[in-house]
């Protein structure tokens, strides 16, 4: 086993205490399924001084550790062949030799060429070449997902492709990006939305988003309800959820507050609401919890890897991450057995 991967390894065991709660300083985080370099992120050191380095699936070193560990759950991954980094307390693009290319400009990871970035209020795109590419026009913007953008003006959101042209309507309360050609969208407001990410449940908001939103007044809204639409606009199924992922593999995972599982474009239930938690699928296996443990299961709901994680993560490169009982950090293959040896 190379030494790297071994270091990369007893790295996740030492500092997986430190890794899943509301914290941008985590040092270990899984790797995006949106990243399209073969490259998994290696940290070492003690949370204080942790430096990030890159690996390929093989454990050998293609970047050494020298950048500041951002953990900002997959923003440093590559992504078209970029990756965003801190050095020297600046922000700055890299290529997959660890060249830097220019800084980042309090903005993020690129898709379809285009990254998001911020100019005092207002959000636009970069180009990858660092230049602006989208005037920085818009209240919020989100990264480019099969070639459309959801951004938001005034509290409505809708979608405009690369050109900037509005190609859906800024008519929705909320609008996520598209993935399998699909998009969660929230068409009314007066309603309460929490999403998914690390720290998202401590950030309930009222819809329409105004300034001063707060948790406390949220508690008093009633939930949020997602819709489903296509890249035309078209409503594939509305208003039947309280809980809904992103659509992977033609199923989304879907919650009625209590249970979850999975429907299909048409919003028909194929696999049964038996689940207290689901992500959505990756390579063919879905992360699910039952009974306050994770596991993985298959596209016809059988339980293939059991649940007895205190936290599971996708599968990306045949390989997901997964949290124990004593929140260490092991990588696992399909089979469930550990993929890179402590």
């Known amino acids: 086993m190379p030494s790297v991967l071994r270091a990369f ?26 990243s399209s370099t ?50 020297g307390g600046q922000s700055w693009y890299i290529n997959e030799l660890g060249k830097k290319l220019f800084r980042g400009r309090n903005s993020g990871r690129f898709s379809n060429n285009l990254a998001v970035f911020r100019e005092g209020a207002k ?28 951004v938001a ?27 399998n050609g699909v998009a969660r969208v929230i068409k009314q407001g007066g309603c309460v939305y929490v999403g998914y990410g690390p720290c998202d449940r401590f950030n309930a908001m009222v819809l329409p988003v105004k300034p001063n939103n707060h948790q406390e007044a949220a508690i008093q809204e009633p939930h949020c309800l997602y819709s489903f639409i ?17 659509f992977a593999e033609g199923v989304a995972p879907v919650g009625n507050g209590t249970n979850w599982g999975y429907v299909d474009r048409h919003g028909r239930l194929v696999i049964p609401m038996q689940y207290s938690d689901a992500e959505p699928f990756a390579e063919g296996l879905a992360a699910v919890q039952i009974r306050g443990k994770w596991g993985y299961a298959d596209h016809a709901g059988k339980l293939v890897i059991p649940a007895t994680f ?11 991450l997964t949290i124990d009982d004593y929140w260490q950090y092991r990588f696992i293959d399909k089979s469930g057995r550990q993929a890179v040896p402590g």
């Open 153 to 179: 003006n005034g509290g409505k959101s809708g979608y405009i492709n690369e050109k900037s042209q509005v190609v859906i309507s800024l008519g929705f309360a909320l609008a996520l990006p598209f993935t």
């Open 9 to 34: 390894a007893i790295s996740i065991l030492v500092s997986g205490f430190l890794a899943y709660s509301c914290s941008w300083v985590n040092p270990v985080w899984p790797k995006s399924k949106q």
């Open 123 to 150: 959000n636009g795109y970069l180009n990858s070449q660092g230049g602006v590419a989208i005037a920085p026009t818009f209240d919020s913007a989100h990264d480019f997902s099969e070639g459309l953008a959801a």
């Open 230 to 246: 296509d890249r035309t606009g078209h409503e594939l199924f509305a208003d039947q959820f309280r809980e809904a992922k992103d």
């Open 310 to 320: 205190a936290h599971a993560f996708s599968f990306s490169e045949s390989v997901a």
């Open 38 to 87: 073969p490259l998994f992120r290696y940290v070492v050191g003690t949370e204080r001084n942790a430096r990030a380095g890159y690996i390929s699936a093989n454990g050998k070193v293609v970047i050494p550790p020298i950048f500041e560990s951002q953990g900002d759950f997959g923003t440093d991954d590559f992504f078209e062949g970029v990756a965003l980094v801190r050095v």
